[in-house]
C-alpha cells in the first residue's frame, strides 16, 4: 500500500552536494524502517545506508561514510539522503525503499545495510557526479 517517489537527483560537479528526497504516500512513512540503494551501469544494486528508528540503528556502505547522512521526517512523511564531497564513483540511479517494522519478529538494520530488506520501492532518480 506505501508508495513513494524520489527527487532531487541531477548532475553535479565532485566535491559539490546533492539532497535527495522521497515522498510517501498512502501509509504513514513512521511504521516503515528506511534505505536507500544505488545501482551503477554494469554493476549490481547496492545498499548505501538503512535507518531503523524503533530500535534505533543506523548504518552506511563503507564507500559513503562520512560524507553521506539518511534522515527521515514523519510530520512530511518524507526521508531524505544528504550527499556532501560527491566523487565520480557515487553516479548510479538513486532508489529510496521501505521496510515495515512488523510485530518484531525481525528486526531490520541491526548489524549493517545488508540486514535492510526493501519491501516498497521508489523508482529511482539519477545521480551524475562528473567534471
Known amino acids: 500500500q506505501l508508495q513513494l517517489q524520489e527527487s532531487g537527483g541531477g548532475l553535479v560537479q565532485p566535491g559539490e552536494s546533492l539532497r535527495l528526497s522521497c515522498a510517501a504516500s498512502r501509509f504513514s512513512l513512521g511504521a516503515f524502517a528506511i534505505g536507500w540503494y544505488r545501482q551503477a551501469p554494469g554493476k549490481e544494486r547496492e545498499a548505501v545506508s538503512c535507518?531503523?528508528?524503533?530500535?534505533?540503528?543506523?548504518h552506511y556502505t563503507d564507500s559513503v561514510k562520512g560524507r553521506f547522512t539518511i534522515s527521515r521526517d514523519n510530520a512530511r512523511n518524507t526521508m531524505y539522503l544528504q550527499m556532501n564531497n560527491l566523487k565520480p564513483e557515487d553516479t548510479a540511479v538513486y532508489f529510496c525503499a521501505a521496510e515495515a517494522y512488523g510485530l518484531g519478529a525481525r528486526t531490520t538494520c541491526r548489524s549493517g545495510t545488508s540486514d535492510f530488506r526493501g519491501e516498497y520501492w521508489g523508482q529511482g532518480t539519477q545521480v551524475t557526479v562528473s567534471s
Open positions: 535507518l531503523n528508528s524503533r530500535d534505533g540503528y543506523t
